[in-house]
Nanobody, 130 residues
């Protein structure tokens, strides 16, 4: 499985960006997918996750109400729409795939854990200026 994240860039506070993650693999529709971020000097942290069929989404408290995760299984893509961006959102953003439990139901707690995901994209940098 290969993941390619794109869409990062420089934006002013209050602005919006849409990240996209293209995935290889014929069973993408069975993967739970997540977005994580990592700021310089900090640990990688959970941002959002979506179940394989898109019926459930989960968000970190820090982005709830501002970010929206979605997926298009026909295009093998997952998206992160980010609005009302803040300087503290500045980080490299990574998409990740949970491929060990195809079409399986994970709990919200499981999908927030870095260890639950076995494939990662290369990261796309989001910089929010004040």
């Amino acid at each position: 499985v290969q993941l390619q994240a794109s869409g990062g860039g420089l934006v002013q506070a209050g602005g919006s960006l849409r990240l996209s993650c293209a995935a290889s693999g014929r069973t993408f529709s069975g993967y739970n997918m997540g977005w994580f971020r990592q700021a310089p000097g900090k640990e990688r942290e959970f941002v959002a996750a979506i179940t394989w069929n898109g019926d459930s989404t989960y968000y970190a408290d820090s982005v709830k109400g501002r970010f929206t995760i979605s997926r298009d299984n026909a295009k093998n893509r997952v998206y992160l729409q980010m609005a009302s961006l803040k300087p503290e959102d500045t980080a490299s953003y990574y998409c990740a795939a949970d491929t060990d439990f195809l079409f399986g139901r994970r709990t919200a707690g499981e999908l927030t854990r870095v260890s639950e995901y076995d494939y990662w994209g290369q990261g796309t940098l989001v910089t929010v200026s004040s």
